[in-house]
């Protein structure tokens, strides 16, 4: 899984697949169309599920950073996974009468093709949204405009073209639904699988917090022995410039909960496991082993249900403001007062 080549890619042939065997069951569209070599490509979106009326949105993100291709594997395979079950399952079937699933399985296609983290103007699309941070940022990984040829380059003034059409797309459904939760799929950092959440380019706590305590209350009462996730807010780790998901928070006006979270892999603890994967540049990101590889992709199943079931149950709809605040004041205590006293 670890190698490409130019003319075929793994993710792009399985999201062409998917579309081409089952696209009676979804609505589907570009986002963006790019060219690389000659070839076009596109940031493409699949939905599932309610149209007609406003209702909660559950998207899955993934492929941001080309060379992180686990991520989007991830994502596709839950994608195949619903789409299989569809025609049989009447849980499924209710539930998306209720509920608008979307995907984004491959935001930097142009990455994925290079096997690059960057797209093709070598820019790394969560270090361009625009917004700064006013603290301190870790040198070079809090994103830089030095030069295109270092990592984590944030490009020029403006949005690139996949940046844009993720951020159009987030608040197209925001303006469709009662409330989104985002679970966007990276891997690279540490031993541990961590879903971190905004924000990343200040210390101050997320306005939505609250949610997402009362998320994980009942992640953690449902799935005891999960045993997987390390849940906190990015800044706890490093903070950056020109965050996507930051940059969505900071513009949001509605008034509708939103919830971005992030899934970051660690995949340190498969290199550990197989340390040749540090001779080759994907191996530091991705899962090379068939076995492991397998139990990557099905690992992550529990809690991308969890998030449709949360949202088929109204969960964030359902919390007053009285009770919001309350969860905020514990969200609060529970991740920064914390911090603060480590």
Same mark, same amino acid.
């Given at each position: 899984?670890?190698?490409?080549?130019?003319?075929?890619?793994?993710?792009?042939?399985?999201?062409?697949?998917? &579309?081409?065997?089952?696209?009676?069951?979804?609505?589907?569209?570009?986002?963006?169309?790019?060219?690389?070599?000659?070839?076009?490509?596109?940031?493409?979106? &699949?939905?599932?599920?309610?149209?007609?009326?406003?209702?909660? *949105?559950?998207?899955?993100?993934?492929?941001?950073?080309?060379v992180e291709r686990i991520g989007?594997?991830?994502?596709?395979?839950?994608?195949?996974?619903?789409?299989?079950?569809?025609?049989?399952?009447?849980?499924?079937?209710?539930?998306?009468?209720?509920?608008?699933?979307?995907?984004?399985?491959?935001?930097?296609?142009?990455?994925?093709?290079?096997?690059?983290?960057?797209?093709?103007?070598?820019?790394?699309?969560?270090?361009?949204?625009?917004?700064?941070?006013? =603290?301190?940022?870790?040198?070079? #990984?809090?994103?830089?405009?030095?030069?295109?040829?270092?990592?984590?380059?944030?490009?020029?003034?403006?949005? =690139?073209?996949? %940046? =844009?059409?993720?951020?159009?797309?987030?608040?197209?459904?925001?303006?469709?639904? *009662?409330? #989104?939760?985002?679970?966007?799929?990276?891997?690279?950092?540490?031993?541990?699988?961590?879903? !971190?959440?905004?924000?990343?380019?200040?210390?101050?706590?997320? =306005?939505?917090?609250?949610?997402?305590?009362?998320?994980?209350?009942?992640?953690?009462?449902?799935?005891?022995?999960?045993?997987?996730?390390?849940?906190?807010?990015?800044?706890?780790?490093?903070?950056?410039?020109?965050?996507?998901?930051?940059?969505?928070?900071?513009?949001? %006006?509605?008034?509708?909960?939103?919830?971005?979270? %992030?899934?970051?892999?660690?995949? !340190?603890? !498969?290199?550990?496991?197989?340390?040749?994967?540090?001779?080759?540049?994907?191996?530091?990101?991705?899962?090379?082993?068939?076995?492991?590889?397998?139990?990557?992709?099905?690992?992550?199943?529990?809690?991308?249900?969890?998030?449709?079931?949360?949202?088929?149950?109204?969960?964030?709809?359902?919390i007053k403001p009285a009770q919001?605040?309350?969860?905020?004041?514990?969200?609060?205590?529970? !991740?920064?007062?914390?911090?603060?006293?480590?």
């Amino acid at each position: 899984m670890g190698q490409f080549s130019f003319e075929h890619c793994f993710e792009i042939d399985t999201l062409k697949r998917l &579309i081409a065997q089952h696209q009676h069951l979804f609505r589907h569209q570009s986002l963006a169309d790019l060219y690389y070599r000659g070839e076009k490509l596109s940031v493409t979106a &699949i939905e599932l599920g309610q149209q007609q009326q406003s209702c909660p *949105t559950v998207l899955f993100v993934g492929g941001v950073h080309g060379v992180e291709r686990i991520g989007a594997q991830v994502v596709l395979a839950f994608l195949s996974s619903l789409l299989n079950r569809l025609p049989w399952d009447t849980h499924l079937q209710q539930l998306l009468q209720q509920v608008r699933l979307a995907f984004v399985p491959v935001v930097n296609p142009v990455g994925f093709l290079r096997g690059s983290r960057g797209n093709g103007n070598h820019v790394d699309l969560m270090r361009n949204a625009p917004i700064d941070s006013s =603290e301190d940022v870790t040198f070079l #990984v809090g994103g830089q405009r030095i030069s295109s040829k270092l990592p984590w380059y944030r490009g020029k003034a403006g949005m =690139e073209l996949e %940046t =844009e059409a993720l951020v159009n797309y987030v608040k197209q459904l925001q303006h469709q639904s *009662t409330s #989104v939760i985002a679970l966007d799929a990276h891997s690279g950092f540490g031993l541990l699988d961590h879903v !971190w959440f905004p924000h990343a380019h200040t210390r101050q706590p997320f =306005e939505g917090i609250g949610y997402i305590y009362r998320l994980m209350q009942l992640f953690e009462s449902g799935y005891p022995h999960h045993g997987y996730y390390r849940l906190a807010p990015q800044s706890h780790f490093y903070r950056t410039h020109g965050d996507i998901w930051d940059f969505l928070v900071a513009s949001n %006006t509605s008034n509708k909960p939103f919830i971005p979270l %992030t899934l970051e892999m660690g995949s !340190w603890a !498969w290199v550990r496991k197989n340390p040749r994967q540090l001779f080759n540049f994907p191996g530091y990101f991705n899962p090379q082993q068939s076995h492991r590889h397998q139990r990557i992709l099905r690992r992550h199943v529990v809690l991308m249900q969890f998030l449709i079931d949360a949202a088929y149950a109204h969960i964030v709809e359902q919390i007053k403001p009285a009770q919001l605040k309350q969860l905020n004041h514990q969200a609060t205590r529970f !991740w920064h007062k914390k911090s603060q006293r480590g």
